[in-house]
């Protein structure tokens, strides 16, 4: 497995730094949907410039998708994430939302074990946090470890991710714990906003994303065509833009596939879903889904959410495959590549 070892980020500004240039605007998935000017990374900047209150703010803190899109975008160099996670934390929420978020999430104690078991001898083994969606896809989860050959960690964080996602606070003490048991590992991770957060919660550690970690797997890569659309996770994405920009590029120059960048290099989120939706207080939509397709016509969509792969099911008719599904069945592989190479 590479070593993409963690860079120091330059430090991060507040809202302060706002000098209101737009290009968060550009490349916002709430701006992209609703043309609505209060609903953008640059609105919260400045109406916090000008004495806005949290309340006031409702409508950006709850919409953003926390996609990261406007983060490396930034001129200035302001956490816009990290700000409207921090707002979440603070917005009063509505009888609704409260009935709604309940005790979720319900926070364990942290369990310094694997599926496949770690033990002292091996504290610095590689490990997978697979996150709720891959571990209820059981089939999907084994192909993963099998590409990988990496221990499933029990604790892999779910709570924590939620709560980052809610705005809900973490008890110092779970966090801790949490943080304690994965020091000395190499991590992969598939939640892109939790692989975020440990960037800068350990910073020094060694740790991708799903999709890194199985696209350098040869029996992956082999796979990939150039009719292919590679979809890519767009939180891990801009968590360390400056690194995967270039792992991307390459991807893209050894293989020939299509990728979900647009002009700016910026990963345009398939799926796209803010507090409510995430709530279950109203219907997503799939307007990135289908605006990603505009002007494509690839055979084939790979993705390494699988939060994507139900949005271009719902949009399209392609053959929608993850990137682990890539690493099996070399036959059926070989009769893709015949009938769309």
Known sequence: MPAF?????AAPRDYAACSGCSL??????MWRGSHDPRLTPEALAKGLQSGATVRELAAPIEACSLCGACDPVCPERIDLSGLVMDL???LPRSAAEMAEI???PR???SRNRGLSPISAASRSAPVLLPGPALRADAALLARVQALLGLAVFDDDGADIALALELGVEIPQQRLHGFLDSLRGHTIVAADGLLLRQLRRWLPGSQRMGLGPALS?????????????LYVIEPRAF?????????????????TGCGLSLDLQRIAIPASSSGLAQKLGLAAGDDVQARWLLQGRKPARIVVESLADRAA???VCDLPVVHLAELGEDPQMMQKFRHAFG
């Open 107 to 109: 926070f364990h104690e």
């Open 24 to 29: 968060c605007l550009l490349v916002c998935p």
């Open 216 to 228: 350098t797997r040869a029996a992956v890569r082999s796979n990939l065509a150039p009719s292919d």
């Open 88 to 90: 979440r934390l603070r």
């Open 312 to 314: 271009f099911e719902r």
């Open 5 to 9: 070892l963690a860079r120091a980020p």
């Open 238 to 254: 801009h968590g360390d833009y400056e690194r995967m920009v270039g792992y991307y590029d390459r991807l893209q120059r050894e």
């Open 102 to 104: 309940g005790d979720r």
